[in-house]
T-cell receptor, first 111, second 111 residues
């Protein structure tokens, strides 16, 4: 009963390096999301995908790209990491307009 | 602009001391309101969904209520294990199901 699985759990990058955060869900949900969580800022939406083949910008998309590879997988890419992208990243999935289920998060530090 | 505000930011209670957390929202059209619990180092865990004013949901010591402008999470006779951050989120009409989160209320229950 995996739910939403994110990899990796922890990552340290140097400024300017690139990386991809992976997310997969096994609940047959149409919608998938990427959030970042910073102290005092709550959860802020980076990108979301309402269905396979579509992606839309959220509140804080700058510096990120996403790919909805298929119905199960939604990846988040940092092309050139910056210290301001140090955060905890959460992937989530849902049926439309119902509760979202979250992964355990990726703690990213950019030095 | 759609907005969700939670209060208080932090709440300390003695075990058994009941209280309420507030989530007020200003949105163009509410499709649903969601409560989550988040433990340190973990992803948010779904608690309740409320869809219309007057609706109530209960689970153990927690009860969520909804009006046209706000929701309350009532905690009756809390225990130390209820200590966590409680997050409120809304799903808004015309936004293909994306969730907008408040900043959360961090609850500490002392024995």
């Amino acid at each position: 009963n995996a739910g939403v699985t994110q990899t990796p759990k922890f990552q340290v990058l140097k400024t300017g390096q690139s990386m991809t955060l992976q997310c997969a869900q096994d609940m047959n949900h149409n919608s998938m999301y990427w959030y970042r969580q910073d102290p005092g800022m709550g959860l802020r939406l980076i990108y979301y995908s309402a269905s396979e083949g579509t992606t839309d910008k959220g509140e804080v998309p700058n510096g990120y790209n996403v790919s909805r590879l298929n119905k199960r997988e939604f990846s988040l890419r940092l092309e050139s990491a910056a210290p301001s992208q140090t955060s905890v990243y959460f992937c989530a999935s849902s049926r439309q307009n119902t509760e979202a289920f979250f992964g355990q998060g990726t703690r990213l530090t950019v030095v | 602009e759609d907005q969700v505000t939670q209060s208080p930011e932090a709440l300390r209670l003695q075990e058994g001391e009941s209280s309420s957390l507030n989530c007020s929202y200003t949105v163009s059209g509410l499709r649903g309101l969601f409560w989550y619990r988040q433990d340190p180092g973990k992803g948010p865990e779904f608690l309740f969904t409320l869809y219309s004013a007057g609706e109530e949901k209960e689970k153990e010591r927690l009860k969520a209520t909804l009006t046209k402008k706000e929701s309350f999470l009532h905690i009756t006779a809390p225990k130390p294990e209820d200590s966590a951050t409680y997050l409120c989120a809304v799903s808004v009409s015309g936004n293909t199901g994306k969730l907008i989160f408040g900043q959360g209320t961090t609850l500490q229950v002392k024995p």
